[in-house]
C-alpha cells in the first residue's frame, strides 16, 4: 500500500462503513453493561434512604399497636391492607404485638407510601447509553436506525449505542406511630428509594423494615439502609 502523503487530506470513510464509535459513548456503553452486570449482583438486596424523626421516651417499650387509617385510606382499603400486610412483619420485629382490639392498643401506627416520576433528559449527567444489536444490511448501505453511534460492519451485523431516557421513579414508605391515649406522635421515619419502575410490588416489606431499622433511635438523616428482598 501506498503511504499517505503529509500534505493529502485522508479521505472520508466509504458510505457502506459507519463511522468507527466515538470514545465517550464506547465508554457510557461500557460503563451501562458495567453498572449493569453490578444491579443483577444485588438484586437480592434494597438500599433506601432513611430519616427518622421523634421524641421516643427513653424508658417506653414497644407494645400492642392497632393501624389507623385516615379517611382517604379507609376509601382505599384493599390498598391499605397490603401496606399493613406488608409491615406488620417489620414492626414485630422490633417489639410491636397487634392489639386483638383496637381499643386496648397502647399505640396507633400510620403507614402511608407513594410513588412520583422523576423529570430526565439527554442533558442529564446521568443519562444512559444503551447497547443494542444492529440487524444485517444492504452491502454498501449503512444500517442507520435513527440516531445513535454505531461500528461494525456496513454489510453485517454488528452493535449500535443509542441514547436511552430511562424512566425514574422516587418510591416512598412513611411510618407514624402515636400514643394511643394522648395522640402525640412519637416517632416518624421515611425509607426512599429510586427504581425505573412506579411500582411497590416485592418492595413494600423491605422498605418498612428500612424504616424501622435502629428504632426507637431517631435521626433527621437521610442515611443508607441495605434490606433483603424476599426471594
Known amino acids: 500500500m501506498t503511504p499517505t502523503s503529509p500534505s493529502t487530506t485522508p479521505s472520508a470513510p466509504p458510505l457502506g462503513r459507519p463511522r468507527p464509535l466515538g470514545r465517550a459513548p464506547a465508554l457510557a456503553a461500557l460503563a451501562l453493561m458495567t453498572l449493569g452486570l453490578a444491579g443483577c449482583a444485588g438484586m437480592n438486596t434494597l438500599t433506601s434512604e432513611v430519616s427518622s424523626y421523634g421524641t421516643w421516651p427513653a424508658d417506653r417499650k414497644p407494645g400492642l399497636y392497632a393501624f389507623e387509617r385516615l379517611p382517604s385510606q379507609q376509601a382505599r382499603s384493599d390498598q391499605q391492607q397490603r401496606l399493613e400486610a406488608a ?9 410491636f404485638k397487634p392489639a386483638s382490639d383496637p381499643k386496648s392498643a397502647e ?9 412520583s416520576a422523576n423529570e430526565r433528559s439527554r442533558s442529564d449527567p446521568f443519562f444512559a447509553w ?8 444492504v452491502p454498501g448501505r449503512p ?16 452493535l449500535w449505542v443509542v441514547p436511552m431516557d430511562l424512566p425514574s421513579y422516587e418510591r416512598e414508605v412513611v411510618v407514624l406511630i ?3 391515649k394522648q395522640g402525640q406522635t412519637l416517632f416518624e421515619s421515611h425509607a426512599v428509594n429510586d427504581g425505573t419502575s ?3 410490588r416485592g418492595l ?3 422498605m418498612f423494615e428500612a424504616a424501622l431499622k435502629d428504632f ?5 438523616g437521610p442515611r443508607n439502609v441495605t434490606t433483603a428482598l424476599p426471594p
Open 87 to 95: 409491615a406488620r412483619p417489620a414492626l414485630e420485629a422490633v417489639g
Open 204 to 206: 413494600l416489606g423491605a
Open 198 to 200: 412506579p411500582t411497590f
Open 178 to 180: 402515636r400514643d394511643a
Open 143 to 158: 444500517y442507520y436506525p435513527g440516531h445513535g453511534h454505531g461500528y461494525g460492519p456496513g454489510y453485517g451485523p454488528g
Open 130 to 137: 444503551q447497547a443494542v444489536p444492529r440487524p444485517y444490511g
Open 216 to 220: 426507637p433511635q431517631a435521626g433527621p
Open 107 to 115: 399505640f396507633n401506627v400510620q403507614l402511608s407510601a407513594r410513588s
